[in-house]
């Protein structure tokens, strides 16, 4: 299980933090990611970290989001900043390892004036 949170109102130029908690053993083994999508729009990749600390990012979030994770905590975190109306989304935290795949139920990212 995957449960994210952190979502919400912020203004453009503004910050915010994502955080997804795993209740899962072998945290540590698992490639965690950050995904997101926005109405009417396909689910597009934002951010994924590996068990190694090896991070990847959309082009269009470079710069400006950080991926970490905490693995004594069973957690990644997503370091949203300078925040543009165009990342206005509903975030989603996921694990992978193998062929296996989890998703969390998602949280709302509003980037509005």
């Known amino acids: 299980q995957l449960v994210e949170s952190g979502g919400g109102l912020v203004q453009p130029g503004g910050s915010l933090r994502l955080s997804c908690t795993a209740s899962?053993?072998?945290?540590?083994?698992?490639?965690m990611g950050w995904y997101r999508q926005a109405p009417g729009k396909q689910r597009e990749l934002v951010a994924t970290?590996?068990?190694?600390?090896?991070?990847n990012y959309a082009d269009s979030v470079k710069g400006r989001f950080i991926i970490s994770r905490d693995n004594a905590k069973n957690t990644v975190y997503l370091q949203m900043n300078s925040l543009k109306p165009e990342d206005t989304a509903a975030y989603y935290c996921?694990?992978?390892?193998?062929?296996?795949?989890?998703w969390g139920q998602g949280t709302q990212v509003i980037v509005s004036s």
């Open positions: 970290i590996n068990g190694t600390l090896t991070t």
């Open positions: 899962r053993t072998f945290f540590t083994m698992y490639t």
């Open positions: 996921n694990a992978e390892l193998g062929p296996f795949k989890y």
